[in-house]
């Protein structure tokens, strides 16, 4: 089973509100990750945790604040987000990201986000 | 520099015709990993193939192949008797470890999609 679920599906939000995405894998992947995606662009990396620990955040606004609560679940908290952070959001998972190049990064489905 | 290019932006097949998808990458690193993903409308990134740089065997699965290329740095995919159901946008992404810091990270190409035409 490669299953990555994501929820929810869409998203809309005002630019003063607080939402949540959420993650989870149960294929007992130790590497999670974060993912924006504009619209005809290839999925950019935001943020990197490996064994529960955040080891890469590549410069992402700190109005975006994920969180790994345990292997399984990872959470992407939205505050005060701007009509350009508008995008899909993927979140994808690995058996482990120190292992190596060779890990196989398997993705959900996305949450379609739109800011107002 | 861009380290993953796949040039062609769009590609209109009718059904049932062949078509190659090209990837050329751009590396330093003597050991490192090329994916192909696709991209149905939905949203969802579905792995299709991992090849290390050590392997260089062509690869088939059903009606999909793939021809990597060292000496061209290439790495295509060809669907054979292309269906309806193809109709996504395919990435080819590079898997290698950065000379100046060491982190592993997975460069997705600018990708191309692909409509099938019944």
Sequence with gaps: DTEVTQTPKHLVMGMTNKKSLKCEQHMGH???YWYKQK???PPELMFVYSYE???????VPSR???ECPNSSLLNLHLHALQPEDSALYLC???QDEVGGLQETQYFGPGTR???? | AQ???QAQTEISVVEKEDVTLDCVYETRDTTYYLFWYKQPPSGELVFLIRRNSFDEQNEISGRYSWNFQKSTSSFNFTITASQVVDSAVYFCALS???RDTGRRALTFGSGTRLQVQP
Excluded: G, H, Q, Y
């Design chain 1, 39 to 41: 619209a005809k662009k």
């Design chain 1, 53 to 59: 620990k955040l080891s890469i955040n590549e410069s």
């Design chain 1, 92 to 94: 994808a998972s690995s």
């Design chain 1, 113 to 116: 986000l739109l800011v107002l």
């Design chain 2, 96 to 98: 290698e470890a950065d």
């Design chain 2, 3 to 5: 380290k993953v290019t």
């Design chain 1, 30 to 32: 130790r590497a999670m």
């Design chain 1, 64 to 66: 975006f604040s994920p």
